[in-house]
């Protein structure tokens, strides 16, 4: 358990589904900074998911 508070960008198209976790490093005061968290990416053709 963190103080991490995030969303997940997707996109998608024919070749790919690549999704970017961002999250923010303080969520209990202004002033927090957005960060990448990870990239994760699907492939057409190969199964689940790897860190890119």
Sequence with gaps: MNNQRGYQLHRVDSGHWLADIKVLDQVDR???????LATYVVEHGKPGPTLS
């Design 30 to 36: 202004p002033g927090g900074r957005l960060k990448s």
